[in-house]
């Protein structure tokens, strides 16, 4: 009964066409090959669907000339049967068209004998990337490549943040033609792939379980498989029996098998439960639903032996091809349907002798030009084979796949298809159906563990003479072995320890057999890239350049390169200290306006002002004594109301500077200690100064980007080198400063630190940190383990161990010159500046328009000279309104009265105590009308004093004294006497 089916299926499909007319000979056969698996599902499925689309259209087309005439045979899982069998079809039978071969390896053989007899070889289940139409013209994929899919394989991966995956793949063309593109798409999303796992379809069970056992001692927990049936059958059933389908494993399958999940024996669905797949999404339709119980209903009828079989997009395809096929050749037309043969030569191969298609070529073109939609969808050939589309993601549970999302190459992952209008690409877990993994779980497995049968993390460390502080390696006496230590080594004990997990590993020093080192920092970390370290742990700087090769950790150390520089030597005692607060510009700027503003003082007053007249080298005294008196504010007294408007401003700017002096001098003999000798970079390369940095340490780049001279740049490889280096100093072949990392300058001051200190800016770097292999899941776990053993006291006391305790100052302060310089005082210096110049603007315009009648002087005979010379007579004159000319002219007045009376017998006594308010109307210095009042009534209208009570009148008989003379007398007596009033007045004659 299992073989009736195939013998009586060509007469079947014979007779199912004579009722459309071809034994009347009423339409035109075209003969077609079928060549598949007689007893493989997929090839059963495959015919039962090709006889199917025949009845299906020419039931629907039954006015077409031609007629499919198709011609089955049976590879019988076999190459070289398959190609044997083809070129039957292809000499005997001289068909023109080949459906088939099933499988990718039969297909690249029977593809060359249809590029030879340019018949088109179509097949809807060979789908590996290798097999090209681009390479033979000939073949035609009516069905999806195996490329096609590794995008949502990554897609899958990228959702739940696995870093490794490894590959389990058979050895065929069908497998190893998927690989090349997995690898693609899993570095696309930075996943690494750490071990292929290759098997032959024939393998033996201790076979496939021996490479099983190997996977089990590995760390990756996350496995795509791609292999067939037969294979990935027996696979599965030995995984569940080691115990790698229980919780903490991922498994994904490829296409290939996920459309066969439905029809696989029970057990084999039960050992994949928890399994991730993908396959082809194709739309329901209402033809589609007819289809599937029709075919449903036959197939189970002619197979009872796959009584679990169903539709799946191969049997699709399969049906698609027939439709494609047959309105090509209606198109193509029967007429001169027939091979041309070569002459025949006695003893030429049958592969010799193979005719040529007459309409091969205009047929191949017609097929690759057809398009229709049909149950698997929309059937359009690019590039010789169907394009990608939407596939489903499914998880096998229950005896079968269950949906639980969709993607797309345009959106990703959607969790629904009609949510595909979205612009952006989604690759989030939360946007897929709920999973259950292996072994029942409900958790996301994590994709790497610490296998407790592994073997130890082998762990490169630097080996190097300085600063060996951070990681030194030491021989054992006694075993000869390797003894690693120092401060980063201890870091990375601490942070495993964090882990929630063993972490069994060793430490291989990079070095060479005569104990010395294999190489730079640089070398160290590609060692990890080429896999000879699982991970290298020391005083490794995160660099950009050296991220390309692997993967750092956080860094659990300050970042940063910094310069240290000798500390200058103890200033206070330098008998010129005093004029270190001030840079030497600013003590020019600052006497140059003290002479300016003097003279301006001068220029306002000399008119006004007795104190500033007088013989020239008294008045340039003066011009001096008056400004610098304001620095202690002593100044004498200004009468000129601009020359007191300057004097304020200038005096306000002088607090300023005194107060800055003061603070800069105080911060000079208390703070001394803390300055540098230098504390800028660009100084150094202005004064081509030696600098210079650790052997062997990038910062050597770093100092060239910053334009220091290559050949002023000098190594060191140790502390005590550093040392002796700077003590030399640049001009006695040391160097004026030192680059490195924080890390080892906080070291070296930790020494030295009375010595040298840390100056200038912080050029930014990552600071130490661990290195992984790309993609490698310690790398986010230990990260998370340094921060937290460098936010606890464990990485204090691991570096008071090692450094010792910090009695330094603060190292992070930075210092600088403590000169005040120009630019701090510019504008008080550009407001006392306009200040001056606004007041002498003001009067200078004021003194020129009362002196314009020399200016504009109409004498032809005056000369612009004497012009000058006259004006500059007037300024020199005293001005008869300033206050100072009023009380020298009043001065001079009473020396001539004064004198005047002397030589006359007059006498003034005081009078008795009797008549003090008789002074007060004589004698009221405060104004002409009270003067005049006094005159009125001591000395009467006619200006003749009237003589006091008892006496006579002296002034009226006296012939030489003048009544208003006596009056000033009797005033200027009384202000010289500061307003003390006499009691009496007695004037003797």
Request: proline residues 5%; hydrophobic residues 40%.
């Amino acid at each position: 009964m299992k073989y009736s089916v195939q013998v009586l299926l060509p007469f079947i499909l014979i007779f199912s066409l004579s009722k459309f007319g071809v034994a009347q000979n009423t339409t035109i056969p075209f003969n077609v090959g079928v060549v598949l698996n007689f007893n493989k599902l997929i090839g059963r499925i495959g015919l039962s669907c090709i006889s199917m689309a025949l009845s299906d259209f020419y039931g629907t087309h039954s006015f077409y000339k031609t007629r499919l005439v198709v011609h089955t045979r049976d590879s019988k899982n076999s190459v070289v049967h398959a190609a044997s069998m083809a070129l039957d079809l292809l000499k005997n039978i001289e068909v023109q068209a080949i459906i088939g071969p099933e499988t990718s390896s039969q297909a690249d053989f029977v593809i060359d004998l249809g590029d030879q007899a340019q018949v088109p070889i179509i097949s809807f289940s060979a789908t590996s990337p290798s097999l090209s139409s681009a390479q033979t013209p000939y073949f035609v994929r009516a069905s999806l490549s195996d490329s096609s899919q590794v995008k949502a394989i990554a897609s899958i991966v990228q959702a739940f943040r696995w870093k490794e995956v490894v590959l389990i793949y058979e050895n065929t063309d069908y497998g190893n033609g998927i690989v090349p593109y997995l690898v693609d798409a899993f570095a696309a999303i930075d996943t690494r792939v750490p071990y292929r796992s290759v098997l032959s379809p024939l393998a033996t069970d201790d076979r496939i379980l021996s490479e099983l056992y190997k996977l089990m001692t590995m760390q990756t927990r996350v496995f795509v498989v791609h292999m067939s049936y037969s294979l990935a059958a027996r696979f599965f059933v030995k995984a569940k029996d080691v115990g790698m389908m229980n919780e903490g494993y991922a498994w994904i399958i490829t296409n290939g098998l996920s459309t066969q999940l439905n029809s696989m024996d029970p057990s084999i669905v039960h050992s994949m439960e928890g399994v991730l797949g993908v396959e082809p999404y194709v739309p329901m339709s209402d033809k589609l639903k007819n289809f599937n119980i029709s075919w449903t209903q036959k197939f189970h009828k002619e197979n009872p032996d796959m009584e679990r079989a169903t539709l799946n997009t191969f049997g699709l395809w399969a049906y698609d091809t027939v439709w494609a096929l047959a309105m090509a050749a209606e198109k193509v037309g029967a007429e001169n349907i027939h091979f041309q043969h070569p002459q025949v030569i006695d003893g030429l191969s049958d592969l010799s002798t193979l005719g040529i298609s007459t309409i091969g070529p205009k047929l191949l073109q017609t097929i690759l030009e057809t398009k229709f939609t049909g149950l698997s969808g929309e059937f359009s050939l690019v590039d010789g084979q169907l394009q990608s589309s939407v596939f489903r993601l499914v998880n096998v549970i229950g005896g079968g796949g269950r949906e639980i999302g969709f993607w797309t190459p345009r959106n990703g992952i959607l969790r629904e298809l009609n949510a595909a209008d979205t612009k952006f690409y989604s690759s989030l877990n939360f946007n897929l159906g709920a999973v259950v993994w292996p072994g029942n779980s409900t958790t996301m497995p994590k994709g790497w563990v610490i296998p407790t049968n592994g073997k130890k993390l082998k762990i490169g460390v630097p080996v190097k003479e300085g600063f060996t502080e951070f990681v030194k390696v030491a021989k054992d006496p006694t075993t000869n072995a390797s003894i690693v230590t120092g401060y980063c080594i201890d870091v990375f004990n601490a942070v495993i320890g964090e882990l929630p997990y063993a972490l069994p590993h060793e430490f291989i020093p990079f070095m060479n057999s005569d104990d010395t080192s294999a190489g730079t920092y640089n070398d160290l970390i590609y060692q990890v890239y080429i896999q000879k370290y699982d991970a290298v742990v020391g005083d490794i700087t995160i660099r950009a350049n050296r991220s390309i090769y692997v993967d750092f950790t956080m860094p659990f150390t300050q970042s940063g390169v910094t310069m240290i520089v000798p500390i200058k030597e103890d200033q206070r005692k330098n008998l010129w200290v005093f004029l270190k607060p001030l840079n030497w510009d600013l003590w020019f700027t600052t006497l140059a306006f003290f002479i300016f503003t003097g003279f301006v003082i001068w220029v306002l007053e000399h008119r006004v002002n007795n104190d500033f007249r007088g013989s020239p080298i008294n008045q340039l005294g003066m011009l001096f004594w008056f400004v610098f008196s304001t620095m202690v504010f002593a100044h004498k007294e200004v009468f000129s109301n601009l020359a007191r408007f300057v004097v304020i401003i200038w005096v306000f700017v002088v607090l300023i500077l005194t107060s800055s002096y003061t603070a800069s001098l105080t911060s000079m003999l208390t703070v001394q200690q803390l300055q540098p000798t230098v504390t800028d970079v660009k100084e150094l390369i202005r004064n081509g100064a030696y600098v210079g940095y650790k052997l062997d340490s990038f910062v050597f780049e770093m100092l060239k980007q910053m334009n220091f001279n290559e050949s002023k740049i000098r190594t060191y490889a140790s502390v005590e080198e550093l040392d002796e280096a700077l003590s030399k100093g640049s001009d006695n072949g040391g160097i004026a400063a030192a680059f490195d990392e924080i890390p080892y300058m906080k070291l070296f001051l930790s020494k030295y630190c009375d010595k040298y200190t840390m100056v200038g800016p912080t050029y930014k770097t990552d600071g130490f940190g661990f290195a992984f292999p790309k993609g490698s899941p310690l790398a986010s776990d230990v990260s998370r383990a340094v921060l937290n053993v460098t936010e606890g006291v464990k990485m204090s006391q691991i570096e008071q161990a090692w450094f010792g305790q910090d009695n330094c100052p603060d190292l992070s302060t930075k210092v600088s010159s403590y000169s005040l310089t120009l630019d701090s005082f510019g504008g008080l210096f550009i407001i006392t500046g306009a200040a001056s110049l606004l007041a002498l603007f003001i009067f200078l315009l004021c003194f020129f328009r009362n002196y314009d009648n020399i200016i504009r002087c109409d004498d032809p005979n005056t000369s612009t000279l004497k012009r000058i010379a006259e004006m500059a007579k007037k300024y020199d004159e005293m001005d008869p309104s300033s206050h100072d000319s009023r009380v020298t002219k009043n001065h001079k007045e009473n020396t001539r009265i004064a004198s005047s009376i002397e030589a006359s017998p007059i006498s003034i006594a005081p009078s008795p105590p009797t008549s003090p308010s008789l002074i007060d109307r004589y004698c009221n210095p405060f104004g002409e009308e009270d003067q005049e009042r006094a005159s009125t009534s001591s000395f009467g209208m006619d200006g003749n004093v009237t003589p006091l009570e008892g006496q006579g009148s002296p002034f009226s008989t006296h012939p030489n004294v003048d009544k208003r003379q006596v009056t000033e007398i009797i005033s200027t007596e009384i202000i010289v006497q500061d307003g003390e009033r006499q009691s009496a007045l007695v004037i003797n004659v």
